[in-house]
Every structure is written in structure tokens, then in C-alpha cells.
């Protein structure tokens, strides 16, 4: 076999594993190989459970795995062997020394440079597909370089955009695909071979190419946009709430005009997942490392309102319940950061269910696909924290239920069910608006939606 059609992924977590089934299912011909240095994750994914939950996900892995995708912990082997290797490990937000708090850690992503060097015997394409800083490529080819044995490496930049959730189908129907390459005759014939893999599904009209450094920092400004409009909404929902208007309708107004669209503008509780503030963050360090400090503070105040609307949201619960939740149960209805994954990286629940044991209050939580997560994230509150894995145990004898995750089944619950239960009066905090409000209250609980008034009778 060709020794192109060989790749391997380095990294198998929720952008390598989902990436690389979809390539092989649409790529027959090409032979897979995804590994990471986590034993328990790699047998997973070739277990009946998965590690990750998407839709869809676990049919196209048994289509394909033992077939032409396979997942190993065989990192040797694997490299000795491919010809392109995408490097799909994570690249947290740095935790000490310079740059702490901001800037990328790019520690796993050396190591792997440093394995691929220590293993390669031949030519190989790198490719980027962790979301990393701009000019990263330089400083992973100046590694990778450095190899004693006269062997080239290529590096490219080939960003991921797919979104938990909707992943599968992100990755066979996408927006576009972004490959940067040097401007060389090696760089573009990489490219070349790399295009030629997604070209299999993707009409290559959506492959976008450009250049190392226009790729990487395109993720990053992506995001950053992404999470901009979210924070831009959730900070009109705190001005309506103070003025009679509904955030609903003003996102729903604003949208129409085309020229703004109407998609991320929906306000809530804030956003999560384990980009949007790891890249915002990390946007912001690279405009204060070249002197942009202007740039910088704008950007940073997406994180700032994204924050904001987290504490405001717990104030209005403490508020609302007669400015005590001391001892008082509350029914947490999706730990998710959304809807359709089991992910809790930076779930906004996280924060506001910390903000509200501050306050002493006895949670229980109901989540579809993320309990097991939030039971990790919840560690430490054991004596305060119950967890239910079913809504009409979790919100029995509950003061109120907060609405943290867009899962469709809270919106078909029998809430006069739930309303019975409760201790009274009941109150519902509907931080994702995904409920009706007027018939909530009119059963009888006080309704608090997010980004418009109160809809209370105490
Ligand atoms: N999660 C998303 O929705 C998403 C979307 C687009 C881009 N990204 C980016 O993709 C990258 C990966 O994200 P993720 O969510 O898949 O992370 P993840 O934590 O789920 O997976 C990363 C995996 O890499 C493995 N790993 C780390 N160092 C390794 C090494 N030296 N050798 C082998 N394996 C190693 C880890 O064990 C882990 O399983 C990040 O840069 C992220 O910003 C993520």
C-alpha cells in the first residue's frame, strides 16, 4: 500500500477518534491507525462502550473499526508506518510559568513531536489538527528538523471545526476544511496529498488552502467569533431583563437581518466546552506577546461577559428565594455544557453549581449522557451534591429546578408532575429558554426565564 494512504492519528480523544472514523468510512481505501498514550480510552474505543458520546458516532465506528481504522496504544509501530500523521493531541490552557492562565501548553504537543522523531525511519507529513497558537508550525518544524537521521518532515496546518454534538455529521457534511501548507514545492505537494483525502466526501470547492500561519490563526479567530456572539446576546439578556424587553425576540429581530444571520444568538447561562475560553485566552496572549493591548482587552471581554452572566444567573436564583438557598434543594437539570454530548469541560453547570454550594444550597443533578462526568467535577461536595438519573427523582422536594443544558427531553416533561413534587412555593430558572414560560406559570410556579422579566407570584 501506498504509503500516503497509511496515516495514523496521534490522540484519541473527541476530535481524533470522531475525525478519523468518518475519514476512514469515506475513505475505503486508506488504513487508520489512532493512538494515544491513555490505555483505558484506547480500549474503550474498542469496546461496545465508547468513550465519547456522539450520534451517529457509534455506528460508523463499527462499520469501520478492525477493517481499515484501528485503535491501538502501539505508538512505534504505528509511526514507523504512516506516511501522514495527524497530531490530535490536547492543548490545555497552561497552568504555570509564563503565560499561566492565557497562553497554550503546548507540552503534550512536543512530546508527540519528540515520539515521531524518536520512531520515524522515513519522510512523513505532519499535520496540526489541535487547535494550537499561530507560528506553532514553525516551532514544531525547527523540532522535528532537528532529527538526526535526514529525515523531512512536513508540516501542515489542518484545523478542526467540527462541534461536539453534531460531530458526525459536522465532519461528512462541513462548512469547509482548512489546510495550510508552506509556500514550497514540498509544503504544496503535502497539501496536494492531504487535500486529495478529503476530496473522497468533501467537493472541493469547500476545501479551503491557504497559508501555515492564515490556517492556524483561524481557528483561533473562529472560535473567538463564535463565542463573541454568544457573549454579545447574553449581554443584552441582562440589559432586557432590567427593561421589560425579551432577549428572545430582540435575538429573533436582530437576527432576520441578513447581514447578521441568526445562528449563536441565542442568550443563556454562557457558553462552555473546552475551546471557546482556552482559544479566546489564547488569542488574547498572542495579542499582548506582539504589543496589541488594545486587541487584547477586546477580546478578553467575551471571557469577562461570559463570566459575568454566570455569577448573574446565580445572583437571580439567591435573589428570587428570598435571599437564602442555605439547605434548600435544587434540582439541576443538565450538567452537559449543550446539548447532545456527555462533555462537561467548562460546563457552565460547573461554576454556577460551585457558586450555589457557596451558598450552602443541597443540589441534585440530572443529566442524560454527562453524570458521570459531573460526579468528577462535583468531587470534594459529596455531603452536598445527589445525583439522579431520573428528572422526576431529582427535582422531588426540590425548591426549584435550574435549566442548565438544551436537551430536547426537558422541553416533553410532565411538569405538573414535577410541580407536584416539589416544595412550594416552586420555582423554575430556565437559563437556556427552552421552556414555556406562561404555562409553567400558569401551573403555579414563579418562572424565571433568562433575559426577560419574572414571571412570579411571591
Ligand atoms: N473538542 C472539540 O470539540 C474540539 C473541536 C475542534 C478542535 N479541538 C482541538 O483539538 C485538540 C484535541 O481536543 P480533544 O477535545 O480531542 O482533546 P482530548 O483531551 O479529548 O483528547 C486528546 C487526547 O490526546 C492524548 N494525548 C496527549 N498527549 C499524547 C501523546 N504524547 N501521545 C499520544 N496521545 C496523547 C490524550 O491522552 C487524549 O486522549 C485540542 O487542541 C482542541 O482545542 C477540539
Redesign the pocket.
Known amino acids: 500500500m501506498d504509503k500516503f494512504r497509511k496515516i495514523l492519528c496521534?490522540?484519541?480523544?473527541?476530535?481524533?477518534?470522531p475525525t478519523m472514523a468518518v475519514i476512514a468510512d469515506k475513505c475505503p481505501a486508506c488504513q487508520i491507525t489512532v493512538?494515544?498514550?491513555?490505555e483505558q480510552?484506547v480500549h474503550a474505543w474498542n469496546s461496545d462502550e465508547l468513550p465519547?458520546y456522539e450520534p451517529g458516532l457509534k455506528e460508523v465506528v463499527e462499520r469501520t473499526r478492525n477493517k481499515n481504522l484501528f485503535f491501538s496504544t502501539d505508538?512505534e509501530v504505528a509511526v514507523k508506518e504512516a506516511g501522514i500523521i495527524f497530531v490530535?493531541?490536547?492543548?490545555p490552557t497552561k497552568t504555570f510559568g509564563e503565560g499561566a492562565g492565557m497562553a497554550a501548553d503546548l507540552q503534550?504537543w512536543e512530546?508527540?513531536a519528540r515520539?515521531i522523531i524518536e520512531y520515524a525511519e522515513d519522510d512523513k507529513i505532519v499535520v496540526e489538527?489541535?487547535?494550537?497558537p499561530v507560528k506553532t508550525a514553525e516551532a514544531m518544524h525547527k523540532i522535528l528538523e532537528s532529527n538526526t537521521k535526514g529525515i523531512h518532515f512536513e508540516v501542515l496546518s489542518n484545523?478542526?471545526?467540527?462541534?461536539?454534538g453534531t460531530?458526525v455529521d459536522d465532519l461528512r457534511n462541513p462548512d469547509r476544511v482548512l489546510i495550510g501548507a508552506m509556500q514550497t514545492e514540498a509544503g504544496q505537494e503535502a497539501l496536494r496529498r492531504v487535500v486529495d483525502i478529503y476530496a473522497n466526501w468533501v467537493p472541493r470547492e469547500k476545501i479551503k488552502t491557504t497559508n501555515v500561519w492564515s490556517s492556524e490563526l483561524s481557528?483561533l479567530v473562529a472560535n473567538a467569533m463564535l463565542a463573541q456572539r454568544i457573549s454579545s446576546i447574553n449581554s443584552i439578556s441582562a440589559l432586557c431583563e432590567k427593561t421589560d424587553a425579551d432577549v428572545t425576540e430582540v435575538s429573533e429581530a436582530v437576527g432576520m437581518d441578513s447581514r447578521i444571520g441568526s445562528k449563536f444568538l441565542r442568550a443563556g447561562v454562557g457558553f462552555g466546552?473546552?475551546?471557546f475560553k482556552?482559544?479566546i485566552l489564547n488569542l488574547v496572549y498572542l495579542c499582548g506577546h506582539y504589543g496589541l493591548p488594545e486587541v487584547a482587552d477586546y477580546w478578553e471581554g467575551v471571557v469577562k461577559i461570559n463570566d459575568f452572566q454566570e455569577r448573574r444567573f446565580v445572583k437571580r436564583i439567591v435573589a428570587s428565594m428570598f435571599n437564602t438557598i442555605a439547605n434548600k434543594k435544587i434540582a439541576v437539570f443538565g450538567f452537559a455544557f449543550k446539548a447532545d454530548t456527555g462533555?462537561t469541560?467548562e460546563a457552565p453547570a460547573i461554576y454556577i453549581s460551585k457558586m450555589l454550594l457557596e451558598e450552602r444550597a443541597l443540589l441534585r443533578v440530572y443529566d442524560p449522557e454527562a453524570l458521570e462526568n459531573a460526579r468528577k467535577d462535583l468531587a470534594g461536595f459529596e455531603e452536598m451534591v445527589e445525583y439522579a438519573d431520573d428528572p422526576y427523582v431529582c427535582a422531588e422536594g426540590a425548591h426549584a429546578i435550574l435549566i442548565l443544558t438544551e436537551w430536547r427531553e426537558f422541553k416533553t416533561l410532565d411538569y405538573p408532575r414535577l410541580f407536584e413534587s416539589m416544595s412550594k412555593p416552586a420555582f423554575v430558572f430556565d437559563g437556556r429558554n427552552i421552556l414555556e414560560h406562561k404555562k409553567l406559570y400558569d401551573m403555579g410556579f414563579n418562572v424565571y426565564p433568562l433575559g426577560s422579566s419574572d414571571m412570579t407570584r411571591v
Open positions: 496521534i490522540g484519541a480523544g473527541y476530535v481524533g477518534g493512538v494515544d498514550v491513555n480510552r465519547i505508538i490530535s493531541v490536547n492543548t503534550y512530546t508527540t515520539t489538527k489541535s487547535t494550537l484545523p478542526e471545526f467540527m462541534a461536539e460531530a481557528k466546552g473546552s475551546c482556552k482559544d462533555d469541560r
